[in-house]
């Protein structure tokens, strides 16, 4: 085994105990995961392993696979503990998540996937996003700090660069590192 098939394994292995204490925190009722973008992120998911492949990222496949295995399964846990409503922007947020999957059904072209698919993808974040804004406490920081390092070993992982291969993991550290940055400022930066 390759140092950068290491990697990937290490960046999925990472991100599977991300989910570990967000499961726990669950369960425990001290975070409320959004329904909405962990169901679209599920979605999603499919989408990326199936390009993923198509582009022959197979390095930091464990990574794909985890990010469709665990948004499903914190999807299907969400059912039990939502309690909230939902305002008109998350449904906004979740057509226009649902409208970039059907694009990616009508193209079948990898970058044009990926790209659409990662449309998608922030958008289903903006109603996380704003409710992490608005009660860090809603979210679990070990997990948040967990997906981080996983994405960016993943960066170490890819052996060869190319658009199709590079820009998932590399907008998951931007991402993964925006929900860190708003959940230590709630916590320890608000007045």
């Known amino acids: 085994m390759?140092?950068?098939?290491?990697?990937?394994?290490?960046?999925?292995i990472l991100c599977i105990f991300a989910f570990v204490p967000y499961i726990v925190s669950m369960y425990k009722k001290e975070i409320t995961p959004h329904p909405f973008s962990w169901f679209?992120?599920?979605?999603?998911?499919?989408v990326t392993l199936v390009t993923y492949i198509g582009v022959g990222a197979i390095?930091?496949?464990?990574?794909?696979?985890?990010?469709?295995?665990?948004p499903f399964t914190i999807f299907l846990l969400t059912i039990k503990y939502w309690k909230g409503k939902f305002p008109k922007f998350d449904y906004?947020?979740?057509?226009?998540?649902?409208?970039?999957?059907?694009?990616?059904?009508i193209y079948h072209n990898a970058a044009i996937a990926l790209t659409v698919?990662?449309?998608?993808?922030?958008?289903a974040a903006l109603p996380t996003i704003r409710?992490?804004?608005?009660?860090?406490?809603?979210?679990?920081?070990?997990t948040w700090i967990l997906f981080t390092l996983g994405a960016i070993v993943s960066l170490f992982a890819i052996k060869d660069f190319s658009?199709?291969?590079l820009i998932f993991p590399l907008y998951l550290v931007c991402f993964e590192l925006?929900?860190?940055a708003l959940i230590i400022r709630g916590r320890y930066f608000r007045n």
């Open 2 to 12: 390759n140092t950068y098939t290491t990697l990937g394994i290490v960046s999925g």
């Open 40 to 46: 679209v992120w599920a979605m999603l998911g499919t």
């Open 59 to 70: 390095e930091t496949l464990p990574l794909a696979i985890v990010n469709f295995i665990g």
């Open 92 to 105: 906004i947020c979740l057509a226009f998540s649902l409208l970039a999957i059907i694009i990616y059904v």
């Open 117 to 123: 698919n990662l449309l998608g993808d922030f958008i």
């Open 131 to 142: 409710k992490t804004y608005l009660d860090s406490s809603s979210e679990n920081l070990t």
């Open 163 to 165: 658009y199709g291969i």
């Open 178 to 180: 925006l929900m860190c």
